[in-house]
């Protein structure tokens, strides 16, 4: 539904994407944490670090960098796919910034243990995927041995209409893509929303370091392994990530009701306009003629519930209207029967 993006010169590019909605049994219960809140946290810091990255002086990476938050993430990533589908067949600004893109890097959940790359395929030397994988797994041995890299392969099910993740709507497009995530697997437990109430910032903090270090890694093209990219004075703010986090798991986030005025809206682009000189938004509309999902406008509404009596109650009324409707039938049908009796007794009284 809606789109941010952000760009930083032209030449290769690299795209970051995140989710920012989140999904609940009640629109206005949708406030989860981690999913995706920790993904737009890093994201917004990745963006600071990355826009001090490319002013200091001297510093002419060869990369742009395409930052781009949508939401629909909940729902199949409803707008990312609508999105990629129109920008991929116009002449737009951002689509000559798309065709530049030789890796997308989707965030999703990075906010707790476990540091997982998803990926349709395992890299091959030699690709993007794979320069960018040794370019965080350098940043991982240089900053906390300690952190396990897994990078775990699934293919994209063609035949399955829903997707598993964010990354794999690029990937059907042919762009080369991949997720990270605390998840091990789409279908955890802590992925749906009702479990989602809780981020470690040490962890998301650890996370968010790890990942920028291995983007600037990437787009310098550093060979020496021995040294960081990003110094002690060009680190993630772990107070920014806190109050981002915060911020969003108290604002509900149902994609079916974000409005270009809402609070959430509002602040990721302010936020971002702090790190671009150019920030689109882009508003697409659900299919009329063929949605894939129906959208409600209320975030809330009463339930009416009504005590009604038991279903034997029900039984004796039937049972008191056939006998009130027999009765009736019955007098009815007597009533020729009678007026002949009447006529006779009256014919035997006069003669």
Aim: hydrophobic residues 40%; positive net charge; proline residues 3%.
């Amino acid at each position: 539904k809606q789109w941010y993006q952000r760009r930083v010169a032209i030449t290769a590019g690299i795209a970051i994407v995140a989710h920012f909605d989140s999904y609940g049994i009640a629109p206005h219960l949708a406030k989860s944490a981690n999913g995706n809140g920790s993904g737009v946290a890093a994201l917004l810091e990745i963006s600071r670090l990355l826009s001090k990255l490319y002013s200091k002086s001297g510093n002419t990476p060869k990369y742009d960098v395409l930052f781009l938050l949508s939401s629909g993430g909940k729902l199949n990533y409803l707008a990312s796919k609508t999105w990629l589908e129109k920008k991929l067949s116009s002449d737009s600004l951002e689509t000559v910034l798309l065709n530049e893109v030789e890796f997308v890097l989707c965030l999703d959940g990075i906010g707790n243990d476990g540091f997982n790359v998803h990926v349709s395929k395992q890299p091959k030397e030699g690709t993007a995927a794979y320069k960018m994988l040794m370019a965080i797994e350098e940043a991982v041995a240089l900053i906390n041995p300690n952190i396990s890299v897994n990078t775990v392969p699934k293919k994209v099910n063609l035949g399955n209409p829903l997707f598993a993740w964010h990354h794999e709507i690029f990937t059907v497009k042919r762009l080369s893509a991949a997720t990270i995530s605390n998840y091990l697997s789409y279908n955890s437990l802590g992925r749906l929303n009702t479990f989602d109430n809780k981020v470690d910032v040490d962890k998301l903090y650890t996370h968010t370091h790890l990942i920028a270090e291995g983007i600037a890694r990437y787009i310098s093209d550093l060979s020496d392994k021995s040294v960081t990219i990003l110094d002690d004075y060009l680190v993630p703010n772990k107070q920014l990530l806190a109050r981002t986090v915060e911020f969003l798991a108290k604002t509900q986030r149902s994609a079916t009701l974000l409005q270009r005025d809402s609070p959430v809206m509002l602040n990721l682009e302010q936020t971002l306009s702090k790190y671009a000189s150019e920030v689109i938004v882009s508003e697409l509309k659900a299919s009329k003629r063929d949605p894939e999902f129906q959208f409600y406008d209320q975030t809330e509404t009463k339930l009416f519930a009504y005590n009604v009596k038991p279903a034997v109650f029900d039984l004796f009324l039937a049972i008191a209207v056939i006998a009130y409707l027999g009765t009736i039938y019955l007098c009815v049908g007597s009533i020729p029967h009678g007026m002949t009796y009447l006529y006779q007794m009256k014919k035997l009284k006069s003669s």
